[in-house]
């Protein structure tokens, strides 16, 4: 049990710092949620999760929600990376 609690302490910086290049990405592109699930293929509500970094996607679902804000892998990891790093 203790592991469980070190790894959700790691966890949630990463995914709110993944919620905020998927939010920052999809805002440039002018979708709302439900235009980006959508496009992806996703549920709007899903898609808020992922947002607010309480649920940790998997990678078929970051290539889902790539192809639907029609971004290349890469380009959502530096986002991601600019974030992680405002954070440290």
């Known amino acids: ?25 999809r805002a440039r592109r002018g979708l709302s949620q439900e235009g980006l699930g959508f496009a992806a293929g996703l549920h709007r509500n899903y898609v808020g999760a992922i947002e607010r970094g309480t649920i940790n996607p998997t990678f078929k679902t970051l290539v889902l929600l790539t192809a639907g804000l029609s971004l290349r892998l890469p380009e959502l ?7 992680i790093g405002e954070r440290a």
Do not use: F
């Open 77 to 83: 990891m530096l986002l991601y990376e600019r974030n």
């Open 1 to 25: 049990m203790h592991g469980q609690g070190i790894q959700a302490r790691v966890a949630a910086p990463n995914l709110h710092a993944l919620g905020a290049a998927v939010r920052e990405s």
